[in-house]
């Protein structure tokens, strides 16, 4: 549904070149929720509005629903009228809702439609409608002043959806509002999106936001995107970044003389019958310190995190195990590590006795 192909842009600011794309490929499925994430300055603003050609981009192409955007004249205000009418298709959702105080909330809706040449009563009926979907049907006569962050949103979402858009982008929409606030109209996106079939390309800096609705993220950083996948998929990637802030798995070891270690299993391998194997087998408790998991396809994918009593190089025979059955082990910690500067090495050379004895 949308596709950016080396999307760059580069902003000329007092003689200075700042990139703030560096060669972007993105895709976002027709239905989707894809969410991206990276710190302040990472370039996801520049992003969304690249994507809408609020921006245009310096180099690269942006494809929404099989039209290329980049090869239509004009950008931002000066758009021509072809780009214009494939912006109009694309709904686009603020952070600080951008209200006018001079309309009421149904003028505000109302406002695009305007700008499509709509005629006044089929204005009046649709902005009727698309508040009613934003559950505010009894507050059309009101003024944005006399709302709650929560509300102004709503109509924000509601004037977004005027031109009955395919694809809505919303940057930062929920991170002026209270957490309760926050997941209503999270809701409100997820409803919008299974009922309209609306695919929704957002930006968040809350790993929160993507755990709860986003199908697909992406984690920005310096311009460029540096991991993405459908959640399921990044959980089930051994070392994934975005895995492993989305699914903290708890902490470093319990005790001294622990081996703490982090198992990505997917499909062919369920984790939990191996986990008591390795127990009986070698007859170790095991426990485990946290797990997240998700089923695609009938299969569980995910993480989890267990600690191995004694010291690393105790424990590369049951380590072995687990990679041996197709099991992805990565070391968290061990206890002496965790106490001293140098822990990539005995760690490093430990790996290397576990490949040796496999
Ligand atoms: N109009 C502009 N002119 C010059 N530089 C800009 C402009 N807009 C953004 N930048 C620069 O581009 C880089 C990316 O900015 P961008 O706003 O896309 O980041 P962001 O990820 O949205 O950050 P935040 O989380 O703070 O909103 C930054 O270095 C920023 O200073
Ligand atoms: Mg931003």
């Not at 946290?290 to 690393?312: C, K, N, S, Y």
């Amino acid at each position: 549904m949308i596709t950016t192909t080396g999307l760059t842009k580069v902003y000329r600011s007092r003689g200075r070149d700042v990139t703030a794309l560096d060669g972007v490929d993105l895709h976002v499925r027709e239905g989707e929720i894809f969410g991206v994430v990276g710190r302040s300055g990472a370039g996801k603003s520049s992003l969304i509005r690249c994507v809408n050609l609020l921006e245009r981009p310096t180099s690269g192409t942006v494809v929404v629903d099989g039209r290329d955007l980049t090869a239509l004249a004009g950008r931002g205000p000066r758009a021509g009228a072809e780009l214009r009418r494939a912006r109009s298709r694309i709904g686009m959702v603020f952070q600080h809702f951008n209200l006018l105080s001079s309309r009421t909330v149904q003028g505000n809706v109302e406002l695009p439609l305007e700008i499509l040449g709509v005629p006044g009563r089929e204005r009046a009926r649709k902005a009727r409608e698309l508040l009613g979907l934003v559950g505010l049907a009894d507050h059309a006569r009101a003024w944005p002043a006399q709302l709650s962050g929560g509300q102004k949103q709503r109509v924000g979402i509601a004037r977004a959806l005027a031109g009955d858009p395919k694809v809505l982008l919303s940057d930062e929409a929920t991170s002026a509002l209270d957490p309760e606030t926050t997941r209503s109209v999270l809701d409100l996106l997820r409803d919008l999106n299974r009922q309209l079939g609306l695919t929704i390309l957002l930006i968040t800096h809350e790993m929160d936001v993507v755990k709860s609705i986003c199908d697909s993220a992406a984690l920005m950083r310096d311009g460029k995107v540096v991991e993405s996948g459908t959640v399921s998929g990044l959980l089930a990637t051994p070392g994934s970044e975005l895995a492993r802030e989305l699914f903290p798995l708890g902490g470093p070891p319990t005790a001294a003389d622990r081996t703490v270690v982090d198992v990505t299993f997917h499909g062919d391998s369920t984790a939990r019958p191996l986990i008591s194997r390795l127990s009986r087998t070698y007859d170790i408790d095991v426990s485990i310190l946290g797990a997240a998991m998700d089923t695609i396809g009938g299969r569980q994918v995910g993480r989890m995190r267990i600690e191995l009593p004694g010291r690393f190089e105790d424990n590369v025979v049951p380590i072995g195990f687990l990679r041996e059955r197709g099991l992805t082990v990565e070391i968290a910690g061990t206890a002496e590590a965790a106490g001293t500067t140098e822990t990539a090495e005995p760690v490093e050379a430990a790996e290397k006795t576990v490949e040796d004895a496999r």
